[in-house]
């Protein structure tokens, strides 16, 4: 559904991605990992089409994302830290996200409006809105459209509990009717009982690409974040080792 | 794209600022016009108005403008729309609403007292200025990330164009007097829209005493029709290139 063709992107002299390749499929739900700074958020923009890449091409559904902005109508986007024009109030912003939209057929998904409580504070401006609201506020547009991808950078940090629980539910739902879902976050155990694939990424490149239960099959393990913990352990001996009979 | 212009017209009438602006430029015309004892003169105090002021706050509240739709900016680009939308409509929303502004300001009072082909030279320069002002705003503000340097870029470019330009001009002119410089001054006018546009008016105005020194040059090339066809036709492209620039810068920006 979304393949993505040598990618590379320098910010200044630091390589940010370093020729990424790899394809997502429907039905998948992906969960990005790797360390602070190792390009998931500048991947998520390029797919998105925020960020150009230098070199490499994104291929959405058979075509070419950088001569038709249009596949943006099928991707629903839910940013780390979502800044929004502090001026408008929620109310304003969701009219002018479905006046955008135009397809007016469509009736929009309004449910994590309503499960939030966004339509008891729809008359306040974004401006004095909690980051945890603004939280609440990017989620629900990411879900409005029935988009075919959701790409949700670190969905639940900032969110209460209940808010991450039904946030949650949310995802299950929308996975369980066939859509491609990817998703950054650093708590593993939340991923747990959504994931059906991992990837790790680290200084711009792809570490490992691999189903859950090949993961957790080749580490015995059954938490994600045991299994993740026991790969990069194995990882750094597999590189330190030649090194060492080397020497 | 009507759609983004609709939101970003809706958003600078909010702001105020803009009102402001209108009422400034009322206030400034209709004394001009009474504390002087005829219109003719109103009209030359006007002119540092329309060549100054105006060009000023122009350049000023829109690369303002454009730092703070930096959150408007990124929403939308993640959305199904083109980059050459989002960017033309912020274009037009500030051109015409600051148009409007400035033809309230000054096209309504030069109306009421100096309705003639004068004045209409006079409000026609100070539109385009404008429009100038706002495309020549979208390219500065698209140099840098920087808000501070953005809106310093823009007051340095105003003050070339208001003052160090004339005085580059000066300076040649005195340096090089012994040459035959009238071509060459003809083609350094096209580098100023501000240059343009006073040439233009004080050509109507026929008060030679106040011209610079390009325009009483300009005089001898365009005193006709042709003229002002010409310098027109030189301001619309003072701007469609900065704009055409800034679009480019744009279509390539991360966010």
Same mark, same amino acid.
């Given at each position: 559904? &979304?393949?993505? =063709?040598?990618?590379?992107?320098?910010? $200044?002299?630091? #390589?940010?991605?370093? /020729?990424?390749?790899?394809? @997502?499929?429907?039905?998948?739900?992906?969960?990005?990992?790797?360390?602070?700074?190792?390009?998931?958020?500048?991947?998520?923009?390029?797919?998105?089409?925020?960020?150009?890449?230098?070199?490499?091409?994104?291929?959405?559904?058979?075509?070419?994302?950088?001569?038709?902005?249009?596949?943006?109508?099928?991707?629903?986007?839910?940013?780390?830290?979502?800044?929004?024009?502090?001026?408008?109030?929620?109310?304003?912003?969701?009219?002018?996200?479905?006046?955008?939209?135009?397809?007016?057929?469509?009736?929009?998904?309004?449910?994590?409006?309503?499960?939030?409580?966004?339509?008891? &504070?729809?008359? =306040?401006?974004?401006?004095?809105?909690? $980051?945890?609201? #603004?939280?609440?506020? /990017?989620?629900?547009?990411? @879900?409005?459209?029935?988009?075919?991808?959701?790409?949700?950078?670190?969905?639940?940090?900032?969110?209460?509990?209940?808010?991450?629980?039904?946030?949650?539910?949310?995802?299950?739902?929308?996975?369980?009717?066939?859509?491609?879902?990817?998703?950054?976050?650093?708590?593993?155990?939340?991923?747990?009982?959504?994931?059906?694939?991992?990837?790790?990424?680290?200084?711009?490149?792809?570490?490992?690409?691999?189903?859950?239960?090949?993961?957790?099959?080749?580490?015995?393990?059954?938490?994600?974040?045991?299994?993740?913990?026991?790969?990069?352990?194995?990882?750094?001996?597999?590189?330190?080792?030649?090194?060492?009979?080397?020497? | 794209?009507?759609?983004?212009?609709?939101?970003?017209?809706?958003?600078?009438?909010?702001?105020?600022?803009?009102?402001?602006?209108?009422?400034?430029?009322?206030?400034?015309?209709?004394?001009?016009?009474?504390?002087?004892?005829?219109?003719?003169?109103?009209?030359?105090?006007?002119?540092?108005?329309?060549?100054?002021?105006?060009?000023?706050?122009?350049?000023?509240?829109?690369?303002?403008?454009?730092?703070?739709?930096?959150?408007?900016?990124?929403?939308?680009?993640?959305?199904?729309?083109?980059?050459?939308?989002?960017?033309?409509?912020?274009?037009?929303?500030?051109?015409?609403?600051?148009?409007?502004?400035?033809?309230?300001?000054?096209?309504?009072?030069?109306?009421?007292?100096?309705?003639?082909?004068?004045?209409?030279?006079?409000?026609?320069?100070?539109?385009?200025?404008?429009?100038?002002?706002?495309?020549?705003?979208?390219?500065?503000?698209?140099?840098?990330?920087?808000?501070?340097?953005?809106?310093?870029?823009?007051?340095?470019?105003?003050?070339?164009?208001?003052?160090?330009?004339?005085?580059?001009?000066?300076?040649?002119?005195?340096?090089?007097?012994?040459?035959?410089?009238?071509?060459?001054?003809?083609?350094?006018?096209?580098?100023?829209?501000?240059?343009?546009?006073?040439?233009?008016?004080?050509?109507?105005?026929?008060?030679?005493?106040?011209?610079?020194?390009?325009?009483?040059?300009?005089?001898?090339?365009?005193?006709?029709?042709?003229?002002?066809?010409?310098?027109?036709?030189?301001?619309?492209?003072?701007?469609?290139?900065?704009?055409?620039?800034?679009?480019?810068?744009?279509?390539?920006?991360?966010?």
């Amino acid at each position: 559904m &979304i393949e993505l =063709k040598n990618i590379s992107k320098k910010f $200044g002299k630091l #390589t940010v991605l370093n /020729s990424v390749s790899t394809r @997502f499929e429907e039905g998948e739900c992906i969960a990005l990992l790797g360390p602070n700074g190792c390009g998931k958020t500048t991947m998520i923009k390029t797919i998105l089409g925020m960020v150009v890449p230098d070199s490499g091409s994104i291929i959405f559904e058979g075509r070419e994302v950088n001569k038709d902005w249009r596949y943006r109508e099928d991707i629903g986007y839910m940013p780390q830290i979502g800044r929004y024009p502090e001026n408008m109030t929620i109310s304003h912003l969701i009219q002018m996200m479905k006046d955008i939209r135009k397809d007016e057929s469509v009736i929009p998904d309004e449910e994590l409006i309503r499960s939030f409580g966004l339509n008891e &504070i729809i008359h =306040k401006k974004m401006r004095t809105l909690s $980051g945890g609201t #603004t939280q609440k506020v /990017s989620a629900a547009l990411a @879900f409005m459209f029935h988009p075919k991808v959701l790409i949700l950078d670190e969905p639940t940090a900032g969110l209460d509990p209940i808010a991450s629980l039904k946030l949650k539910e949310k995802i299950i739902k929308e996975k369980e009717k066939g859509k491609l879902i990817l998703i950054t976050s650093h708590i593993l155990s939340e991923l747990d009982d959504l994931v059906t694939k991992i990837v790790y990424m680290n200084d711009g490149r792809f570490l490992f690409e691999k189903p859950i239960e090949d993961l957790k099959e080749e580490t015995g393990e059954e938490k994600l974040s045991r299994a993740i913990a026991r790969i990069m352990q194995s990882r750094l001996t597999q590189f330190t080792q030649p090194q060492i009979q080397l020497a | 794209m009507k759609k983004i212009l609709k939101y970003v017209i809706a958003d600078i009438i909010q702001n105020k600022i803009v009102i402001i602006y209108t009422l400034l430029l009322l206030t400034i015309s209709f004394s001009v016009f009474s504390l002087e004892s005829s219109a003719a003169k109103g009209m030359a105090s006007l002119l540092n108005l329309v060549l100054l002021i105006v060009p000023l706050i122009c350049i000023i509240f829109s690369t303002i403008y454009i730092y703070n739709s930096a959150e408007f900016i990124e929403l939308l680009v993640s959305q199904p729309l083109k980059r050459k939308t989002l960017w033309l409509s912020l274009f037009g929303g500030l051109a015409s609403s600051l148009s409007i502004a400035f033809l309230i300001g000054v096209g309504v009072p030069v109306l009421i007292y100096h309705a003639d082909l004068t004045g209409l030279v006079l409000v026609l320069s100070g539109l385009f200025l404008t429009i100038v002002f706002v495309s020549i705003a979208l390219w500065a503000a698209g140099m840098t990330r920087d808000k501070a340097k953005g809106i310093g870029w823009a007051i340095a470019l105003w003050l070339f164009f208001a003052l160090i330009f004339d005085a580059i001009v000066l300076f040649l002119l005195f340096q090089f007097q012994d040459y035959p410089l009238e071509n060459a001054m003809v083609v350094m006018s096209f580098l100023n829209p501000i240059d343009l546009s006073r040439i233009q008016i004080l050509l109507q105005m026929d008060i030679s005493a106040l011209m610079g020194y390009t325009g009483a040059v300009f005089q001898e090339f365009f005193g006709s029709l042709n003229g002002i066809v010409i310098s027109f036709a030189g301001l619309i492209l003072w701007i469609f290139i900065p704009l055409f620039f800034s679009l480019r810068r744009f279509a390539k920006k991360d966010l």
